[in-house]
């Protein structure tokens, strides 16, 4: 997204989902991972030449948020790069009010609008509720929000135009990023119907088609 980038990048291993095509699955388990933590000693080794914010991604950062507020806490007095969160928006209205006034632009995921597919491609429930609350909660902090996404095959009706419909009711609605790169990975098989395809083009018509008709503004949608 052209607003956040260049981007310094700090990766957190740990997430709190288990999405059954995800791409970045090697880093979901932390004690699977060999990096490095976050302390005050590891800004000394950061370069921020010609990075126009700091990114906090995952996995996903809210799993880290006690070690990201400590080493934000530690950071050099001369640091005055935007704060970007990453997430997939299942947050805790908890995590929320901690990151207010801390971070300086989100940029959620907006997975699901159907409960039963957040049950069945990520293992957790009520993923709409928390994730639109939370989105909500962002968009009331007075900083840019990004919601991205990530076009499902055969999740048009059941999620992605509930999810356009909901961003546009919103009192601030968030700018929009349609990602139309889904492969089927990790977990997918040849047993998962449409999920182990690619979207259509009709798909992605429909999507940014009903995006603009709401009057949503579009950011790197691709």
């Known amino acids: 997204e052209a607003p956040i980038n260049p981007s310094f990048v700090i ?41 126009r914010t700091v990114s906090f991604v995952g996995g996903n950062p809210d799993e880290s948020i ?32 901690l990151l207010h006034g801390v971070v300086d632009a989100y940029l959620p995921d907006l997975k699901y609008s159907n409960p039963a597919c957040g049950a069945r491609w990520s293992k957790v429930e009520d993923y709409p509720v928390i994730a639109r609350e939370a989105i909500t909660q962002m968009t009331g902090q007075n900083v840019p929000v990004i919601v991205r996404i ?3 095959p055969g999740h048009l009706q059941c999620c992605h135009l509930p999810a356009l419909r909901f961003l546009a009711s919103l009192p601030i609605p968030p700018f929009v990023s349609i990602r139309g790169q889904y492969c089927p990975d990790w977990q997918i098989t040849a047993s998962d119907g449409e999920m182990a395809t690619r979207i259509t083009l009709e798909e992605g ?12 503004a579009l950011i790197g949608s691709s």
């Open 66 to 97: 006690f070690g990201i507020l400590q080493f934000l806490n530690s950071a050099p007095p001369d640091l005055d790069l935007p704060i970007v969160w990453n997430s997939h928006a299942y947050s805790t209205p908890e995590v929320m009010a």
């Open 150 to 152: 990530l076009l499902l």
């Open 11 to 51: 990766s957190l291993a740990g997430c709190a989902l288990r999405c059954r095509y995800c791409q970045q699955s090697a880093i979901l388990f932390p004690t699977h991972v060999n990096g490095v933590e976050l302390t005050f000693d590891l800004w000394k080794d950061l370069d921020f030449t010609d990075a």
């Open 205 to 216: 018509v429909s999507v940014t088609t009903l995006a603009r008709s709401l009057g949503l």
